[in-house]
Protein backbone atom coordinates (compact mmCIF):
# COMPACT_ATOMS: atom_id res chain seq x y z
CA UNK A 1 0.00 0.00 0.00
CA UNK A 2 0.88 3.75 -0.08
CA UNK A 3 0.34 4.50 2.77
CA UNK A 4 2.50 2.15 4.00
CA UNK A 5 5.51 2.94 1.96
CA UNK A 6 4.93 6.69 3.22
CA UNK A 7 5.24 5.89 6.49
CA UNK A 8 8.48 3.73 6.19
CA UNK A 9 9.86 6.59 4.63
CA UNK A 10 8.74 8.63 7.64
CA UNK A 11 11.24 6.59 9.91
CA UNK A 12 14.20 7.53 7.88
CA UNK A 13 14.75 10.57 9.29
CA UNK A 14 15.80 8.90 12.83
CA UNK A 15 18.72 6.69 11.08
CA UNK A 16 19.62 9.17 9.21
CA UNK A 17 20.14 11.78 11.67
CA UNK A 18 21.90 8.95 13.63
CA UNK A 19 24.32 8.20 10.58
CA UNK A 20 24.63 12.24 9.76
CA UNK A 21 26.25 12.63 13.18
CA UNK A 22 28.37 9.51 13.42
CA UNK A 23 30.02 9.76 9.99
CA UNK A 24 29.78 13.34 8.80
CA UNK A 25 30.56 14.54 12.42
CA UNK A 26 28.00 17.14 12.86
CA UNK A 27 26.59 17.57 16.56
CA UNK A 28 23.66 15.67 17.98
CA UNK A 29 19.67 16.92 17.06
CA UNK A 30 18.67 18.96 19.99
CA UNK A 31 15.88 17.95 22.18
CA UNK A 32 12.79 19.41 20.24
CA UNK A 33 14.71 17.61 17.01
CA UNK A 34 14.35 14.14 18.58
CA UNK A 35 10.87 15.05 19.99
CA UNK A 36 9.93 15.34 16.26
CA UNK A 37 11.30 12.03 15.13
CA UNK A 38 10.08 10.41 17.76
CA UNK A 39 6.56 11.98 16.63
CA UNK A 40 7.29 10.37 13.57
CA UNK A 41 8.31 7.01 14.70
CA UNK A 42 5.49 6.57 17.08
CA UNK A 43 3.21 7.36 14.47
CA UNK A 44 4.37 4.78 11.86
CA UNK A 45 4.01 2.14 15.16
CA UNK A 46 0.40 3.08 15.64
CA UNK A 47 0.20 2.45 11.23
CA UNK A 48 2.00 -0.84 11.04
CA UNK A 49 -0.25 -2.57 13.93
CA UNK A 50 -3.35 -1.30 12.47
CA UNK A 51 -2.50 -2.42 9.03
CA UNK A 52 -4.70 -5.11 7.96
CA UNK A 53 -3.08 -5.67 5.33
CA UNK A 54 0.20 -7.06 6.66
CA UNK A 55 2.80 -9.52 4.89
CA UNK A 56 6.43 -10.18 5.65
CA UNK A 57 7.43 -9.80 1.81
CA UNK A 58 5.99 -6.07 1.96
CA UNK A 59 7.37 -5.21 5.09
CA UNK A 60 10.70 -7.16 3.94
CA UNK A 61 11.03 -4.60 1.02
CA UNK A 62 10.08 -1.97 3.00
CA UNK A 63 12.64 -2.82 5.59
CA UNK A 64 15.39 -2.90 3.12
CA UNK A 65 14.04 0.30 1.63
CA UNK A 66 14.38 2.21 4.54
CA UNK A 67 18.50 0.52 5.30
CA UNK A 68 19.02 1.67 1.75
CA UNK A 69 17.80 5.15 2.25
CA UNK A 70 19.06 6.07 5.59
CA UNK A 71 22.97 5.53 4.24
CA UNK A 72 22.10 7.20 0.82
CA UNK A 73 21.15 10.44 1.91
CA UNK A 74 24.01 10.45 4.19
CA UNK A 75 26.39 9.47 1.48
CA UNK A 76 24.88 12.08 -0.82
CA UNK A 77 25.06 14.35 1.21
CA UNK A 78 29.01 13.90 2.03
CA UNK A 79 29.27 13.70 -2.01
CA UNK A 80 27.46 16.86 -2.45
CA UNK A 81 29.71 18.70 0.40
CA UNK A 82 32.99 16.83 -0.82
CA UNK A 83 33.20 16.09 -4.74
CA UNK A 84 33.72 20.10 -5.43
CA UNK A 85 31.43 20.10 -8.02
CA UNK A 86 29.17 22.88 -8.22
CA UNK A 87 24.96 22.08 -8.67
CA UNK A 88 24.85 22.21 -12.38
CA UNK A 89 28.17 19.75 -12.43
CA UNK A 90 26.61 17.39 -9.84
CA UNK A 91 22.93 17.36 -11.66
CA UNK A 92 25.08 16.64 -15.48
CA UNK A 93 27.24 13.94 -13.66
CA UNK A 94 23.91 12.29 -12.14
CA UNK A 95 22.16 12.15 -15.32
CA UNK A 96 25.46 10.98 -16.79
CA UNK A 97 25.31 7.78 -14.99
CA UNK A 98 22.18 7.27 -15.12
CA UNK A 99 22.13 7.54 -18.79
CA UNK A 100 25.00 4.81 -18.79
CA UNK A 101 22.82 2.77 -16.88
CA UNK A 102 19.79 2.67 -19.21
CA UNK A 103 20.32 0.57 -21.82
CA UNK A 104 21.41 -2.41 -19.21
CA UNK A 105 17.79 -1.49 -17.21
CA UNK A 106 15.95 -1.80 -20.41
CA UNK A 107 17.42 -5.78 -21.16
CA UNK A 108 16.91 -6.63 -17.23
CA UNK A 109 13.70 -5.04 -16.65
CA UNK A 110 12.04 -6.39 -20.10
CA UNK A 111 11.44 -2.82 -20.97
CA UNK A 112 12.88 -2.72 -24.43
CA UNK A 113 10.20 -5.40 -25.61
CA UNK A 114 7.87 -3.30 -24.33
CA UNK A 115 8.97 -0.48 -26.03
CA UNK A 116 8.75 -2.55 -29.04
CA UNK A 117 4.84 -2.71 -28.99
CA UNK A 118 4.35 0.77 -27.71
CA UNK A 119 5.85 2.17 -30.26
CA UNK A 120 3.63 0.31 -32.96
CA UNK A 121 1.04 1.92 -31.69
CA UNK A 122 2.11 5.68 -32.83
CA UNK A 123 2.31 6.57 -36.51
CA UNK A 124 3.87 9.81 -35.94
CA UNK A 125 6.91 10.27 -33.29
CA UNK A 126 7.79 13.91 -34.13
CA UNK A 127 3.57 15.05 -33.76
CA UNK A 128 2.99 17.57 -30.65
CA UNK A 129 0.87 14.61 -28.91
CA UNK A 130 4.44 13.07 -28.55
CA UNK A 131 6.98 15.51 -28.39
CA UNK A 132 5.04 18.05 -25.75
CA UNK A 133 4.68 15.27 -22.83
CA UNK A 134 8.63 14.12 -23.29
CA UNK A 135 9.67 17.47 -23.16
CA UNK A 136 7.98 18.39 -20.01
CA UNK A 137 9.04 15.24 -18.37
CA UNK A 138 12.60 16.19 -19.37
CA UNK A 139 12.04 19.85 -18.04
CA UNK A 140 10.58 18.66 -14.57
CA UNK A 141 13.30 15.82 -14.38
CA UNK A 142 16.12 18.23 -15.25
CA UNK A 143 14.26 20.94 -12.33
CA UNK A 144 13.81 18.53 -10.26
CA UNK A 145 17.53 17.25 -10.31
CA UNK A 146 18.76 20.77 -10.07
CA UNK A 147 16.42 22.07 -6.91
CA UNK A 148 17.18 18.66 -5.50
CA UNK A 149 21.08 18.96 -5.03
CA UNK A 150 20.85 22.61 -4.53
CA UNK A 151 18.54 21.81 -1.32
CA UNK A 152 21.03 19.05 -0.24
CA UNK A 153 23.69 21.45 -0.41
CA UNK A 154 21.72 23.94 1.82
CA UNK A 155 20.33 22.16 4.40
CA UNK A 156 21.04 19.06 6.69
CA UNK A 157 20.73 15.67 5.25
CA UNK A 158 17.82 15.25 8.06
CA UNK A 159 16.60 18.54 7.07
CA UNK A 160 16.30 17.13 3.24
CA UNK A 161 14.82 13.48 4.79
CA UNK A 162 11.91 15.46 6.41
CA UNK A 163 11.79 17.84 3.38
CA UNK A 164 11.06 14.70 1.34
CA UNK A 165 8.06 13.34 3.78
CA UNK A 166 6.46 16.77 4.66
CA UNK A 167 5.43 17.04 0.64
CA UNK A 168 4.26 13.14 1.01
CA UNK A 169 1.26 14.92 2.58
CA UNK A 170 -1.16 16.28 -0.12
CA UNK A 171 -0.52 12.41 -1.85
CA UNK A 172 -1.87 10.75 1.18
CA UNK A 173 -5.13 13.28 1.16
CA UNK A 174 -5.63 11.66 -2.35
CA UNK A 175 -5.15 8.48 -1.08
CA UNK A 176 -7.60 8.59 1.26
CA UNK A 177 -9.88 10.37 -1.20
CA UNK A 178 -9.53 8.35 -3.85
CA UNK A 179 -8.27 4.71 -3.16
CA UNK A 180 -10.33 1.95 -1.31
CA UNK A 181 -6.75 0.36 0.00
CA UNK A 182 -5.64 1.90 3.00
CA UNK A 183 -5.23 2.18 6.44
CA UNK A 184 -8.39 2.30 9.24
CA UNK A 185 -8.99 5.25 10.84
CA UNK A 186 -7.07 4.44 13.79
CA UNK A 187 -3.79 3.74 10.90
CA UNK A 188 -4.91 7.23 9.23
CA UNK A 189 -4.11 8.78 12.83
CA UNK A 190 -0.78 7.13 12.71
CA UNK A 191 -0.12 8.08 9.24
CA UNK A 192 -1.41 12.30 10.52
CA UNK A 193 1.19 11.85 13.48
CA UNK A 194 3.89 10.81 11.39
CA UNK A 195 3.29 13.78 9.14
CA UNK A 196 2.95 16.12 12.35
CA UNK A 197 6.25 15.03 13.69
CA UNK A 198 7.43 16.08 10.06
CA UNK A 199 6.07 19.36 9.97
CA UNK A 200 7.37 19.78 13.77
CA UNK A 201 10.78 19.15 13.02
CA UNK A 202 13.97 21.45 13.89
CA UNK A 203 16.65 21.73 11.52
CA UNK A 204 19.62 19.83 13.31
CA UNK A 205 22.12 22.95 13.61
CA UNK A 206 25.67 22.10 12.07
CA UNK A 207 28.72 21.51 13.40
CA UNK A 208 29.87 24.98 14.92
CA UNK A 209 32.74 26.43 13.45
CA UNK A 210 35.59 27.37 15.90
CA UNK A 211 36.17 30.95 16.12
CA UNK A 212 38.41 32.60 13.97
CA UNK A 213 41.35 34.60 15.47
CA UNK A 214 41.44 37.87 14.03
CA UNK A 215 45.19 38.60 13.18
CA UNK A 216 46.91 41.60 13.77
CA UNK A 217 46.29 44.09 11.66
CA UNK A 218 49.76 44.91 9.25
CA UNK A 219 49.42 48.69 9.92
CA UNK A 220 49.19 48.57 13.96
CA UNK A 221 52.73 46.69 13.83
CA UNK A 222 54.30 48.95 11.32
CA UNK A 223 53.07 51.73 13.72
CA UNK A 224 54.47 49.74 16.65
CA UNK A 225 57.53 49.61 14.65
CA UNK A 226 58.07 53.50 13.59
CA UNK A 227 57.11 54.49 17.11
CA UNK A 228 59.71 52.75 18.54
CA UNK A 229 62.44 53.39 15.50
CA UNK A 230 61.73 57.34 16.74
CA UNK A 231 62.01 56.78 20.08
CA UNK A 232 65.81 55.08 19.87
CA UNK A 233 66.19 57.88 17.69
CA UNK A 234 65.57 60.88 20.19
CA UNK A 235 67.52 58.76 22.87
CA UNK A 236 70.46 58.58 20.83
CA UNK A 237 69.99 62.55 20.29
CA UNK A 238 69.87 62.79 23.81
CA UNK A 239 72.82 60.98 24.22
CA UNK A 240 75.22 62.90 21.80
CA UNK A 241 74.06 65.97 23.27
CA UNK A 242 75.13 64.84 26.80
CA UNK A 243 78.19 63.47 25.67
CA UNK A 244 78.99 67.04 23.64
CA UNK A 245 78.23 68.80 26.77
Known sequence: ???????????????????????????????????SLSTILGGSVIYVFTDNQFTVTAYSWAVAYLASMSIDFVYIK???????????GLVLYNNLEALLLFPLELLIMGEFDQMK???????????????LPVA???????????????????????GFTVLGIVNKLLTVVINLL?????????GTIGLLICMSGGVLYQQSTT??????????EENDEE???????????????????????
Open 207 to 216: KPKAPKVEPK
Open 1 to 35: MWDTFIVFRSAVPIFVAIGETLYLHQPWPSFKTWL
Open 117 to 131: VDSSKVSNWLSFDVI
Open 78 to 88: HVVMTIGLNTW
Open 136 to 158: LSCLFGLSISFFGFSCRRAISAT
Open 223 to 245: QQKLLQMQQAGHEANSTQKQASS
Open 178 to 186: IWDKHASLV
